[in-house]
């Protein structure tokens, strides 16, 4: 059941469906560029037929009239050197504008994970419900879409939306969209990526607020479902035996570490995000804390994707605890004057 | 005065028979070994043609394909197979070779009053690398192809696909150094053997243009070859340069790859840019207007292509601040190529313009190059690309560029130029439903796909949502009559070697040091080496019909 | 077009007449000048071609180096400075030679030609052999990029060469932590990376050998011409394009050396 499509032949539409207020922002930037287009070639392929026949060759021997280069020349040359210049200019902020507003999600946006592999999509919704080749989303609020790729190069294109970013293996991209129209669109790998490539297909299915709810609730029990997994991992993969809340611990403590300034060997710093996660667990000597040893296995193959993304989940979760609180399952840290003000 | 008695003027009587460089010696090897210039474009000449049929047959298979919306006529493998073929074939061993080994060859030492290029084993050995990297291509193409797109993105192309990447990847590299050296051969034929007299600026723009192609020839062809044995390095011994596995980037391939493979696209354009400059100049009879604002742009594309490679790569995971830097300096690449555009449409004002089909085939170029490249800027804003990326948008921007841009101006030129390499006449009538058949034809092919880019239609799709078909079906139609177009010439030109009527030395009354040689031209070129005092286009200083000493009998071979 | 005619058959340059064309120089140069010119531009624009081409595994170099510091500083202890700099003087002085074989071209000596071209020859070979020996160690000590590629344990990076004994600040801001055990063996992932330095070392040392032999090739062939007395003042290109060449591969070890030898060995 596919979104009528406008244009003036129903079955051969002309653009696609404008689902979001981006995709409006872009076909009116397209179309205000075509318009330039149109109006230069135009006017070109104009001059060219009207001097085709106004000056068209009358006697065997007939020369064309020679134009000195001289001061006119010059005007001339420099008038069509800069208003062409300045035209692309302004259409280059244009487009940049929408390109950064397209590379920076709102802060409400709802995480859902997406990962790419031959050849089909793996989507997985904020609470852990997770979909292959659909994505059902609410009306009306900004999804951000955070990929990756079990293998080769992807690319995430709905063109409803009129946005798309490549799925890379070995670290993330990111995406978002708000779609405001319900109803189903396309959901296409744009990347070539092997021999199903034309069959990465998929919909974006865009749901009344209310009927989304439905629709989510009917599966996975609330928030604890991803979260609770990603704790049995950091348990069964002996994260824990390293990581703990102790004073002998060899590894960092994680409790309370997404979003910190991490200090690293060498003096450099880095903040605790998604993407510094992921890169301790798959490249743990990339960034060596300040004060440890390299000496942390790398987990590159042991864990698939989605693993990784319930371990970043579950370390997100992570709160520092309080004096008085303690970390699930460790002994009780070692407290510290500075413990309390960095809270 | 109707189109089809315009002013050329055949030799009614048989000429007395001279010696020039296609009778002065017969037989295999007076072709195979020759230093002759003129004898290796037409070794070039025949081996790009061979290399279009092919890629060309690939295209027709792709087009009947997309009729239909299921994956009904190949399967998907053999797809990919045929637009990854069709890509390589039709980029590296046709438009790259194709204007300079066949026109410039030919052309430039004429153009300058000298013998030959600087390096003339040399440019032999451009044609048999050339050759031999074709056949490696070719025999990877009988082992079934490669998939992965042209593009041979990582890492898809090192770790995941079975096809005989390395033959082919080892074909190109080995085509590459033809490119190199026919490069470095125009270069230093450009700076060192003009004729006395001959300065820059009273150049032929069509030599220009061929100097800033060479330039990007000379410095971009290495990266590509060092990319490709990266690829293979990688692929043989997975050493983790681009496998992040083993803490590699495959976007670093990207980089790699685009900083020669966009150059390279302007090595595909300049030179047809120049072909367009020699026809608008002839044909209108008038110096081309702003001589030296074309000149400089040919340099101005050249080093600006270098600049912009990134623009492939707006949604493949580039920082944004980087995307705007790449978007601002392709919007600056535009701009030498708009010049071009206005400057050759004002030469056409209160020109004596003549409809012959080299002019048809150079206005065609205009108009349809100027639509190729403002989708071009389209393509650079940033907003619009992150929509029509990996579409058939872009498949029908650079058709427009590569088709209805490049093979026309090749087409132009060879149209142009075919009296003076050949010494014949092919027939006006068909050349000119030929150059029309051609122009609807490509219309019809790839507007459509324009449309269907932004719909939303991924490129190197082999089955597509029904909804697009009707396009397709378009774009389809158009092809078989694009096919047909080419044909047409095909024909004609074979007709005309044996049947067309012979030629005087100068059939369009041009202005040109080539145009001062009879047709075909002697062996040497010039008995003696001109001393030039005049600009490239002075129509407006002499007569048009030339007056050329009587040609040499055969038989009378002078060593110079 | 008949004045332009006219003056077009008027010619004016400074060659010999018709049938008076010396043969070694070229049918399609006017003059000897014209011949050397252009082979001397011939060769320049083809060494910028090389630079691009090695500029790719040096970009290749860079980018990794600064992602992986201490991969690169543990693979490259694992060379042999002092062969590397043996290595170094030999191409230096075999420049020497080549430029005094050029010269004796110039002045037309073909006997002091022919010596200086295998002077070059013995210290370009002497290159290859060094090279090759240090390939050899390699390979025994399985850091050929592979599947057999393995770095030792006591090669792996440590923080600063000492192990960490002293109270350090962990990387979290506020909080402190105590001592830490050495390492026992290096984590997957630093092999990879070494393995990444030498694949890049091998390309780059081995396309420079390649451009070495084929170097050492082309002097060899130029013996015999000049023994024939065949190179003068007129014309000595070959030999002149060659030595160009020579040094550009000298060049390019110049670069090569530091930048692989010579990571981190500082104090």
Known sequence: MMQPSQGFLPNAPLFPPRASEMARDIDLLFFTVLGVTIFFSSLIAILIFYFMVRYRRTSPNQVGVYMKEGGGTMWLESAWIIVPLVIALGIFAWGARIYFAAARPPSDAK???????????????????????????????????????????????????????????????????????????????????????????????????????RWIGGAATGTGGSIASGEDLFVSKQCNTCHRADSTARAPMLWGLMGKTVHLEGGQTATADENYIRESIVNPTAKIVAGYQPIMPTYLGQLSEEEIIQLIRYVSSLKAPSATEQAPGVNPPVPSPAHEGAR | MSALTDFVEPVEEAPEPYEHYLNHKYGLASWLLTKDHKRIAILYLISVSLFFVLGGVMAVIIRLELTTPEGDLVQADIYNRLFTMHGILMIFFFLIPAIPGVLGNFLIPLMIGAKDLAFPKINLLSWYIYVVGGLFTFYALLAGGVDTGWTFYAPLSTSYTNTPVITVALGIFITGFSSILTGLNFVVTIHRMRAPGLTWFRLPLFVWAHYATSLIQILGTPVIAITILLLAAERIAHVGIFDPKLGGDPVLFQHFFWFYSHPAVYIMILPAMGVVSELVAAFARKPVFGYHFVAFSSIAIAVLGFLVWAHHMFVAGISVYAAAVFSILSMLVAIPSAVKVFNWTTTLYKGSISWETPMLYALGFIGLFTI????????????????VHDTYFIIAHFHYIMVGGAIMGYMGGLHYWWPKITGKLYPRFWSKVGALTIFIGFNVTFFPQFILGYLGMPRRYHAYPNEFQVLNVMSSAGATVLGLGYLIPAIYFIWSMRYGKDASANPWGAIGLEWETNSPPPVENFDEIPTVTWGAYEYHESKVTPSLPPPRPKGEVVRV | MSEMQSAAMTSSSAHAHAGDHPSNLAHHFQSYEQQRESASLGVWVFLVTEIMFFGGLFTAYILYRSRYPEAFIAGSHQLDVMLGTVNTAVLICSSLTMAMAVRSAQLGRAKAIAGFLVATIILGSAFLGIKATEYHHKWVEHLIPGADFHLEASHLPTSHGKPVTSDLPTGIVGESRADVPLPAAGPKDIQAHTQLFFFLYFGMTGLHALHMIIGVGLLAWLIRPSLQGRFDGNNHNYVEGIGLYWHFVDIVWIFLFPLLYLVGRHG
């Open chain 2, 372 to 387: 190729g490249g403002l989708t071009g800027v389209m393509l650079a804003t940033l907003g619009i690309d992150l929509h």
């Open chain 1, 111 to 213: 995480q859902f994970y997406v990962v790419g592999k031959q050849w089909m999509w793996k989507i997985e919704h904020p609470g852990g419900r997770r979909e292959i080749n659909e994505l059902h989303v609410p009306r009306g609020q900004a999804i951000k879409l955070k990929m990756t790729s079990e293998d080769v190069v992807h690319s995430f294109f709905v063109p409803a939306m009129r946005v798309k970013a490549d799925v890379v293996p070995g670290r993330y991209t990111t995406m978002w969209f708000n779609p405001d129209t319900v109803g189903t669109f396309h959901l296409f790998c744009t990347q070539y990526c092997g021999t199903e490539h034309s069959r990465m297909v998929g919909r974006v299915i865009v749901m009344e607020p209310a009927d989304y709810e």
